[in-house]
């Protein structure tokens, strides 16, 4: 048994002593969501393609998620214990396309089994005990932290979980500080916690390579109402360090308000990943040299202004360095605290200028409260990567000094606002993604989500 297990098994045993204590019971809440997940990738055929590669990947399935969150017991320190169970349900897979591979750690949504064929169902518990003291928390044991240096990824039917520690105090007027240790991650398309990894190195093959410490702190202050700074700090053992600097501001202009965000990575190697090949990520680093250490800085800045419904946006990003820009990533799917974090791709390759516009609107100014519709568009340019080419082997490596990509999402939501069926949401989410970048092929995607919250306590 590994430390922070023995920990959480201690302090699970103290709640559950003081179990009965006032606080505890009357505010604790439970809540049933629901979610109907169908995917349709469509993988277009250009020099990336290789023999038996899939051209299309499709699951649909049905998710439930779990969650109860305990009040505290009394006295100067109070305990606490939440717990989220999570199950996910194939209603299809594709006829066998679910996008499983021989290196890949299951399919678009499902874990596989060993002949690649889609489970029928996974499931998973997480427990996560806390304890509160004056306006500091602790918590232990299954956590989903949403911070500029770690993001948990909800794309699919489950979302991703992970293993450790944090601790979050706001002892200080408009200062919250948060610190943690990560251990463990687990897939969005799995049952099984695994170590933790980056691009480059995260192959679920014998030649991976992984950490189970990422440590992680940084704040944020608000300067005045409308202006919030922030820094962080993310450290992945033997592979990254990583510091991050944010600012954003709302600002009232005429009838609408126009929020700026800025936000600067700075990302270098550690340990291993300076010298030994087996830890190196993704990248440019010479003709046909794929892999190195990390070394990426990361500018960028989103301006949205909202008026009367309407979200206008434009953005730009710049992504220097040898390296692509870093985060944790197991393989299996992950999430980056990037502006140009979109539904295929995320636009953060070495040498990358990146920029975006944007356009939502809200149809409750027209009396449809509830459904919304949004579109944004992403065009990269100056990527330096290199790659194979051709549909047979021998195939011919290539430089791409140059090489472009764009993608354009179209999401459309209703959320039923009141009635039997309130809070019952229909999402559709399209999006098509296009390169020259060697080793990639184009993609049309469709995703058809129907979720539903049901309050149990």
Known sequence: MNKSTLALAVAVGVVAQQAGAAGFIEDSKATLGLRNFYINTDNRDNNAKAAGAQSK?????????????????????????????????????????????????????????????????????????KAKISQTELKLGTLQPKLPVIVTNDGRLLPQTFQGGQITTNEIKDLTLVGG?????????????????????????????????????GGDYKITKDLTAQYYYGNLDDFYKQHFLGLVHNWAIGPGVLKSDFRYFNSSDDGANGHDPAYYTT????????KGKVDNNLFSGLLLYTVSGHTFGGGYQVSNGDSDFPWLNQGDGSSAYLTTDMQIAKFARAGERTWQARYSYDFAQVGAPGLTAGIVYLRGDNIDTSGNVGTTKPQTKVNATGASEWERDLTV?????????????LTWKNAMWRNDIPGQRDQDENRLIVSYSIPLL
């Open 57 to 129: 990947q499709e699951e649909w399935g049905q998710g439930f998620d779990l969650r109860f969150t305990s009040g505290y017991t009394q006295g100067t320190v109070g305990f606490g214990l939440d717990a989220i169970g999570l199950v996910g349900v194939k209603l299809d897979s594709g006829g066998g396309t679910n996008g499983a591979t021989a290196t890949s750690y299951g399919g678009t949504v499902f874990p596989s089994k060993s002949n690649g064929e889609a489970v029928d169902n996974f499931s998973s518990l997480g427990l996560t005990a």
């Open 181 to 217: 240790q990560i251990e463990h991650a687990k897939g969005r398309n799995s049952s099984n916690n695994e170590e933790l990894s980056i691009a480059g190195a995260n192959s679920p093959t014998a030649s991976g390579r992984d950490s189970n410490k990422f440590i992680y702190g």
């Open 283 to 290: 990248g440019d680093y010479g003709t046909g040299i794929t």
């Open 413 to 425: 939501a209703y959320v039923i606002p009141q009635g039997p069926l309130k809070n019952l949401g």
